[in-house]
């Protein structure tokens, strides 16, 4: 089981994978917090990691259209 930064980056096979990972996270960090700190290679290795999952389904809507609904799920929680 993937449980932190350090861990993701192990099981990443692709290595230019590996490089958007780590290049883009502590950027997407620091965009969305509202503390805009540096984040240094310690802590980001030792973050905790919530991984989403999410799938596209086509469903059919109440008066027959068809739509696409995103179902989502994380380690802790099940498909919604």
Request: hydrophobic share 30%.
């Amino acid at each position: 089981m993937i449980k932190d930064f350090t861990a993701l980056l192990d099981n990443t096979q692709d290595a230019m994978h590996r490089v958007a990972i780590y290049s883009g996270t502590p950027k997407f960090i620091k965009h969305k917090s509202h503390n805009k700190t540096y984040i240094s290679d310690e802590q980001l290795h030792a973050m905790e990691l919530c991984i989403y999952h999410g799938i596209k389904v086509q469903v059919e809507g109440l008066d027959g259209e068809h739509i696409s609904q995103m179902c989502q799920c994380t380690g802790s929680q099940s498909w919604r």
